[in-house]
């Protein structure tokens, strides 16, 4: 996926290259102050950034460790697993890598999402389509919409009650919202395909 960058901040006095929004989203979760593995960090965007965003694949996590640790906004260092296995590498923000952050969320311009909604796409197509195909296509898509509101609803309640997720489990909300909205909007264009279907007979 090929990300926009935003612009070059300024972390105290110094002046640092842009990064693509999976930067800052690995930033971002490691600016609740834990020390997380790239696993770790794989996990919790699992868990929470892909209802939204989306979450990021382990190469491009790592990728973005490298990046942030080579510009002085992560450290890291080898701890010892107490199963035996190898060790493992954890990563700590730093306090340039905080300021950068905080002045990314406080100041990055606000971007308009753009919907690539590829349901809608073949919809639009529907002069090449059956009937029966593009119900087909909304029935599949409502199943979806309502499993992932089910999980970030799940996902909300279970997320642990302490100050640091308050604002990550206000988003899971809002993620069950835009779910339970995408399921409306499926059934309400059934409702007009067969409103159309109607008017043609």
């Known amino acids: 996926m090929t990300e926009k960058k935003a612009g070059a901040v300024s972390a105290g006095d110094a002046e640092r290259p842009a990064l ?20 770790d960090l794989k996990k919790w965007s699992d868990w929470s950034l892909r209802f939204f965003y989306w979450s990021p694949s382990f190469s491009q996590i790592y990728g973005e460790l490298k990046r942030l640790e080579k510009v002085g906004f992560l450290s890291s260092r080898m701890v010892a697993q107490e199963t035996g296995n190898r060790d493992k590498r954890v990563y700590v923000i730093t306090d340039e890598g905080m300021a950068a952050v905080r002045l990314w969320a406080r100041e990055a311009p606000v ?10 796409l073949r919809l639009w197509l529907g002069h090449l389509l059956e009937a029966e195909q593009m119900r087909e296509v909304l029935g599949r898509h409502r199943e979806y919409a309502e499993t992932m509101r089910r999980r970030a609803e799940t996902d909300a309640e279970c997320a642990p009650a302490d100050d640091a997720s308050a604002y990550p489990s206000l988003v899971l909300k809002w993620s069950e919202r835009h779910y339970a909205s995408e399921r409306d909007l499926a059934d309400a264009m059934l409702a007009d395909l067969e409103e159309l279907d109607r008017r043609r007979r």
């Not at 971007?111 to 809608?120: A, I």
């Open 20 to 39: 693509p929004a999976t930067g800052w989203a690995v930033l971002g979760l490691l600016s609740f102050g834990e020390e997380l593995s790239g696993y």
């Open 111 to 120: 971007e308009p999402p753009v919907l690539k909604h590829g349901v809608m």
